[in-house]
Structure formats: structure tokens, C-alpha cells
């Protein structure tokens, strides 16, 4: 197994623990835990807990609940949800996948709302030429 520099662990429940990565670990299994997408595009994890109860972890929210986001802010515990809160997890990059605590960061709803508005849509084909172009360009001087 691969760690990386600055990486820290929480556990979660049983045998499942948590990186600052976004990455989760099956200690009774020794083995990272592959995640997978919800219809939104967020990622998760299924996981049993004690009698065979089944659990549902986002792994975006685990994160800041642990960790806290990039600022250090974290979810305040055993008062209300998120949405009762007003607030929402931004992906700062706009990658959902991107679940590393530098990348997040705890925002009001409206202002996440904006910043999706505001974020610019990125055509990667456009971009990859755009690139290519600009190479090429360099090269000529």
C-alpha cells in the first residue's frame, strides 16, 4: 500500500478509515477501497458496520467532518445537517472526484450555487488543441 507525504488516517467506524487524501482503507482487508460515483457524480462507499447494518459515507462530507476543508473550518457535529445549516461542500476545482481536504472547502449554499454559475465550462478537446497549438507556437520562436 502507497502512502503519501502529509497523508493522515481517521477512522470511521469498524475497520474503515479515512485519509486527509480522500482515499479510504479496509483494515480487515488491508486494501484501499474502491469508490464509486452516486447519479450526481459524487463519490461513495458502502460499507457494513456492526450487525450488518449498511452504511452510506459520501466521501467529500467524511473529509471536512474529519479533516475540516482547506481553510480548517469543519461540519459542526450532532446539530443539524448540512442543507438545515445553509451550507454546502464546494469542490474548488470543480472535480468531484477530487475529494483531497485542500480541494474542499465549507461555503454558504448560495455561494456554492454562484460559483458553479460562475465557473467556466471547460471543453478538454478545446483545450488539448489549445495547447497543442500553443507548443507548437513556442517552438517557432
Known amino acids: 500500500m502507497c502512502f ?48 450488518d447494518k449498511r452504511f452510506i459515507h459520501f466521501t467529500h462530507i467524511k473529509v471536512v467532518e474529519l479533516f475540516g476543508d482547506c481553510n480548517g473550518n469543519k461540519i459542526p457535529q450532532g446539530i443539524a445537517t448540512l442543507r438545515e445549516l445553509g451550507l454546502s461542500i464546494d469542490h474548488r476545482d470543480g472535480n468531484k472526484k477530487n475529494n483531497m481536504q485542500s480541494n474542499l472547502e465549507l461555503v454558504t449554499h448560495s455561494v456554492n450555487c454562484e460559483r458553479i454559475y460562475n465557473k467556466p465550462i471547460i471543453d478538454k478537446k478545446l483545450a488539448r488543441r489549445t495547447k497543442d497549438i500553443l507548443k507548437t507556437f513556442e517552438e517557432c520562436f
Open 4 to 51: 503519501y507525504k502529509n497523508e493522515k488516517w481517521a477512522r470511521v467506524n469498524g475497520y474503515y478509515f479515512l485519509s486527509n487524501y480522500g482515499r479510504w482503507f479496509n483494515l480487515q482487508r488491508l486494501q484501499i477501497i474502491k469508490q464509486h460515483p452516486n447519479n450526481n457524480g459524487y463519490l461513495r462507499i458502502n460499507v457494513s458496520g456492526h450487525n
